[in-house]
Structure formats: structure tokens, C-alpha cells
């Protein structure tokens, strides 16, 4: 069968592709044995995460926040995700693989810039995306944790706190240490009811 190559096809190839993210575990789920979230779902919450760092740090530009979020881990499609102990045996080309992702898709050119911008961490909001990818880590420790596994014992105190960029992001840091995973829902409940106590 020979190859489209009309910019719409691609760009129908494109979108399938980035569905098979939610099929990609992401590779630190080797040392925890729970069902971590997989790659749709981590990019979700790094979106959010950097939103909230993007406006807590007086970054206005949010559009581009979201942009680079939702194209920091796409390589990842064709490159495998690594963690701290395969990144010492494992080479990548991640900028090839985005390269050919976004090739000939309406995507192509802004898409492929932000990457490389993210990859280089050259700019304010790149540095905020990847403390939101950093930072999601942590928050799946805190949930792993408040379930009774034991991983956030072992794991280096350092291991995201000295990488971040933000101030914001060392306090959000900070607070995930002593946060309840489960306080949004019992508040929640809590807030509800006094609502109804006023009625």
C-alpha cells in the first residue's frame, strides 16, 4: 500500500498516534509494581501542574505552557521512556523521533520548535513544564504512599527537589511532603455539607 502523504492523512496518522500514549506505561512502574499512570495520563497532569506553577511565578504566556506540555513526553511514542537506572545503559534520539512524528503534519513547524525548546530548557516557560514533569513523580509517590506502598521511603529526598527550576516548584515540593492525598475529596464533602447546613 503506498504512503499518503497529503498533510491531512498525516495528520490523521498523527492523532493515532498520539492515542497509543495512553497504551505506553512509563518505565519507573519496573520498581513500584502498581499501576503508576501511563502516559496520557501523566501528560494531563503536568499541563495543570505548570499551569498552576505559570501563574503562582507571574509566567503569562499559558498558551505556550500548554503547548509545551502536551509535547514534552510525545517522543515517547517511538522512543522509550527511561528512568534514573536505564538512562545509565540506554541512548535515545528523542529530537529525531519528534522530528519524524510531526513530519508534513499541520503541526510540524511550531510543535517541532517548542520541543526543541523544551529539550534545551532555554526558556522560563520550558523550565516550568519540566518542573511540572518532575513534580507529577511526586505527586504519584504521595498517592502510592497514602495506598501503603513503602517506594517513597527509599527514594532519594533530592532526587526532584535539587532538579526544579521555580520557586514555586521547590514549595509545591515542600508541601507534597507532608500533604494528604485524600484531603480535595474529605474537603470537598466537608464543604458540601456546611453548604447545605446554611439552607
Known amino acids: 500500500m503506498p504512503?499518503?502523504?497529503?498533510?491531512?492523512?498525516?495528520?490523521?496518522?498523527?492523532?493515532?498516534?498520539?492515542?497509543?500514549?495512553?497504551?505506553?506505561?512509563?518505565?519507573?512502574?519496573?520498581?513500584?509494581?502498581?499501576?503508576?499512570?501511563?502516559?496520557?495520563?501523566?501528560?494531563?497532569?503536568?499541563?495543570w501542574i505548570a499551569l498552576i506553577i505559570a501563574r503562582r511565578e507571574g509566567v503569562k504566556n499559558e498558551e505556550k505552557i500548554i503547548k509545551l506540555a502536551l509535547v514534552h513526553d510525545?517522543?515517547?511514542?517511538?522512543?522509550?521512556?527511561?528512568?534514573?537506572l536505564?538512562?545509565?545503559?540506554?541512548?535515545?534520539d528523542e529530537a529525531m523521533a519528534m522530528s519524524h512524528i510531526l513530519k508534513n503534519?499541520?503541526?510540524?513547524?511550531?510543535?517541532?520548535?517548542?520541543?526543541?525548546?523544551?529539550?534545551?530548557?532555554?526558556?522560563?516557560?520550558?523550565k516550568i513544564v519540566k518542573d511540572a514533569?518532575?513534580?507529577d513523580v511526586d505527586f504519584e509517590l504521595a498517592e502510592m504512599k497514602a495506598q501503603g506502598h513503602t517506594l517513597k521511603k527509599y527514594w532519594p529526598r533530592t532526587r526532584v527537589r535539587d532538579k526544579l527550576f521555580t520557586k514555586t516548584a521547590k514549595k509545591?515540593?515542600?508541601?507534597?511532603?507532608?500533604?494528604?492525598?485524600?484531603?480535595?475529596?474529605?474537603?470537598?464533602?466537608?464543604?458540601?455539607?456546611?453548604?447545605?447546613?446554611k439552607k
Do not use: C
Request: proline fraction near 2%.
Open 133 to 135: 514533569d518532575n513534580l
Open 172 to 197: 509545591i515540593w515542600e508541601e507534597l511532603q507532608s500533604a494528604n492525598p485524600h484531603e480535595w475529596h474529605i474537603f470537598a464533602h466537608e464543604d458540601y455539607a456546611a453548604e447545605m447546613d
Open 74 to 84: 510525545v517522543g515517547e511514542t517511538r522512543v522509550p521512556d527511561t528512568n534514573y
Open 3 to 47: 504512503r499518503r502523504t497529503k498533510k491531512i492523512s498525516r495528520d490523521i496518522e498523527f492523532l493515532y498516534e498520539i492515542g497509543s500514549l495512553r497504551h505506553l506505561q512509563r518505565s519507573w512502574r519496573q520498581f513500584t509494581r502498581v499501576d503508576v499512570a501511563n502516559n496520557s495520563e501523566h501528560i494531563f497532569r503536568v499541563i
Open 105 to 126: 503534519t499541520s503541526l510540524e513547524n511550531d510543535f517541532h520548535d517548542l520541543y526543541k525548546e523544551y529539550a534545551a530548557r532555554s526558556t522560563i516557560e520550558a
Open 86 to 92: 536505564t538512562k545509565i545503559y540506554s541512548s535515545r
